[in-house]
């Protein structure tokens, strides 16, 4: 079973990805591409720490432990011992695609090369690769230590063995539930939260309720930890819309077209959790000011 | 007879070998650290020097067959040959209602014990990893199971049911269960032979003073009642554990605080008891510490855990109807005169009699620190869980060969 892991891209997605899997006892090599960043993340997932110690969630001890397992790297060989890559840079077909060829020539024959990608065709990263049986897509929802579902998506030459091992990771190792979901644009996830968000800015711009009210009207009304405007905050604005075009122009539906509102924010950018304010206002620590 | 005991966790694994016709231990050790590439094996046998040892053990048939090649080494081993090992005895944390009293490992009971991995998460699955290791490693011989719930397995149903809805304890065996049952078994034996009297006309309470704690009501050489329940989170105050609390205190701070149930787990566990109230330590030697250089919290911690652990001597004696004497045992119970004078001083009313110069001194013999005519005899005995593994196994083993 996989015991060293890589994960490629430090952004918010990596950071919860590489927390997860250290604080599940595993070694973790985490690459980014400029020191900064690096640096950056670092910071993040101390002050992620910080705060589970701060709510008791953890000891100093513990937090000590996950921060020594995961090792911050600033080139993809680096990885070259890695049981098992993830690959969760920005949702870009190129840039995604480079990496994947590259890790052709780093990792050893019986590694596994995962995408977090929440949109893109899995058969089409795969298809860079000398070896696309072992690419498969990994699709974690954020926050990746928390949320206890991944799509497990099988791209059209990915190998039983690779899905059999890493269905089996999924299960035993980070005690999650491997949902198997055939490529198809969304996947479960992304295709059916995208959809609630969009819905929900319609409402807004058509000024049936106010902001506060649409997401204590779902937050309440079913269950939801986050009203779809909050989640639509903690996922990032521009992720969403990225999602939203992407399934807009693959399904060509217009139920997928992504909201002027949405567009409006991001161009304004008001992305969310990240810049401290999109449909409402947070602080440094991600917490919800008003 | 030669006896391995072990006590394997998630990532660490103790053990002790006992040569049976002495009942000394030959050599003893840990491995920690194991899943990760530098696990570290530390091995002693006495009146020599420590040996470390640190190489990648990535699961505990490696830990297990580590621990036999450092036994049976040429120059730190006390074995020539594993088989030299005649049986394993494993302590498991959680035997539930089916445990009783220890048993010879065979197919139904390792179903057993893993039916109860429910009851003690962190705990039996990692015993259990020890139990299949050992089976790889050494696959002829015998083992044997003891269980830390067992001992109060002779609880009456006033003492391990809860006041609520029975159905609970029907379909998911909510109940008090107790634990550190092997320690409370093994220091009530000794106290009797150092108060010259048969268990059986005894009445003790024993009290497990150490990173846990818990107190027993020993009436006539049987559990009568604990103070750790279904949890080992119940009961005294602990170094980073609550002890006793209001249960609406659970809802009301998940709510408050906007908590996980893990995260509130975690607070109760890990976050609470000394350290919580001290700010300082978790060790008591450190909140005594503190406590003489002034540090007000540090002494509110410790007279709490005090008062606490005054409060179940004091229920227990009602319980009983009368107490011959109370056992310290444990790290903090075997070892700190201070906590036990804080303790004993105020049980005058049932007739404890401390003797401050017998209290300060230090020994690994039983003794008594109460003065020749106190009422209630107050003794210390150093507990040894191991040794009493190591006899349970050693007994199995024995008469099963002597039953064929």
Wanted: charged share 25%; proline share 3%; net charge negative.
């Amino acid at each position: 079973m996989f015991r060293v892991v890589g994960v490629v891209g430090a952004g918010t997605m990596g950071q919860s990805i590489a927390e997860m899997l250290s604080v599940k006892g595993l070694d973790v090599h985490l690459v980014e591409k400029t020191p900064e960043k690096l640096q950056q993340a670092r910071e993040m997932l101390e002050l992620s720490l910080d705060r589970q110690l701060e709510r008791w969630a953890i000891t100093a001890a513990e937090k000590k432990l996950t921060l020594s397992r995961i090792h911050m790297e600033a080139s993809l060989h680096d990885l070259a011992k890695c049981d098992l890559v993830i690959e969760t840079i920005s949702e870009e077909l190129d840039s995604k695609k480079e990496v994947i060829r590259q890790l052709d020539d780093i990792l050893a024959s019986d590694a596994i090369v995962a995408s977090n990608t929440s949109t893109l065709s899995l058969t089409e990263l795969a298809g860079v690769s000398k070896y696309p049986g072992r690419v498969i897509g990994m699709h974690f929802v954020y926050p990746a230590f928390r949320i206890d579902v991944v799509e497990i998506i099988r791209g059209l030459q990915t190998s039983d063995e690779t899905f059999g091992k890493t269905k089996s990771f999924i299960d035993h190792v980070l005690s999650k539930k491997g949902v198997m979901v055939y490529e198809s644009p969304g996947y479960v996830t992304t295709r059916l939260i995208c959809l609630l968000i969009n819905e929900a800015l319609h409402l807004l711009e058509e000024g049936v309720a106010s902001p506060e009210d649409i997401d204590d009207a779902m937050s309440m009304g079913y269950s939801f930890e986050h009203g779809p405007l909050e989640m639509a905050d903690r996922f990032g604005l521009d992720s969403v819309l990225a999602a939203l075009e992407r399934m807009f122009r693959e399904y060509g539906e217009l139920k997928y077209r992504p909201s002027f509102l949405l567009k409006k924010k991001v161009r304004a950018g008001q992305l969310g959790i990240k810049t401290g304010i999109g449909f409402f206002k947070y602080d440094k620590d991600g917490e919800r000011l008003s | 007879m030669n006896i391995l005991v072990i006590n394997a966790g998630s990532s660490s694994l103790k053990y002790q070998l006992y040569d049976m016709k002495t009942e000394t231990a030959m050599a003893t050790g840990r491995v920690e650290r194991i899943g990760m590439d530098s696990s570290i094996l530390t091995h002693e046998v006495a009146h020599q020097p420590e040996v470390r040892e640190v190489s990648e053990i990535l699961d505990h048939t490696t830990a297990i067959k580590k621990v036999l090649d450092m036994l049976t080494h040429r120059k730190f081993g006390v074995l020539r040959n594993i088989s030299d090992i005649q049986a394993v005895g494993h302590r498991v944390v959680h035997g539930g209602e089916s445990f009783s009293e220890s048993v010879l490992v065979d197919h139904s009971v390792k179903l057993e014990i893993r039916r109860l991995f429910d009851l003690a998460p962190l705990h039996n699955p990692a015993h259990m990893m020890g139990i299949t290791a050992v089976e790889d490693n050494l696959p002829s011989v015998p083992q044997a199971v003891v269980f830390d719930t067992a001992f109060h397995q002779t609880m009456p149903p006033i003492s391990y049911l809860y006041a609520i809805p029975t159905v609970l304890y029907r379909k998911h065996k909510i109940r008090r269960y107790g634990f550190h049952g092997t320690s409370h078994d093994y220091v009530s034996q000794r106290a009797a032979e150092f108060l010259g009297k048969p268990l059986d006309q005894l009445k003790l309470i024993t009290c497990h003073i150490g990173n846990g704690a818990s107190c027993t009501a020993i009436l006539h050489g049987k559990s009568y009642d604990t103070s750790m329940g279904m949890t080992p989170l119940e009961g005294l105050m602990m170094g980073t554990r609550s002890g006793d609390l209001d249960p609406a205190v659970v809802p009301y701070t998940i709510n408050k605080e906007d908590l996980t149930l893990n995260e509130v787990s975690s607070m109760l566990n890990k976050h609470s008891g000394l350290i919580a109230v001290s700010g300082v330590s978790s060790d008591m030697r450190e909140i005594v510490e503190a406590m003489n250089e002034g540090n007000e919290k540090a002494k509110l911690a410790f007279d709490m855990y005090a008062y606490r652990i005054r409060k179940y001597i004091g229920a227990y004696v009602a319980a009983m109807d009368g107490a011959d004497a109370i056992i310290f045992t444990a790290g903090v119970g075997e070892n700190s005169d201070v906590l036990r004078k804080a303790v004993c001083e105020r049980l005058t009313f049932f007739g404890v009699r401390l003797d401050e110069e017998r209290n300060a001194i230090r020994s690994s013999e039983p003794r008594r620190i109460t003065t020749d005519d106190s009422e209630i005899s107050v003794l210390v005995v150093p507990t040894n869980e191991e040794l009493l593994i190591a006899r349970d196994t050693f007994r199995l083993v024995k008469n099963k060969a002597g039953g064929r």
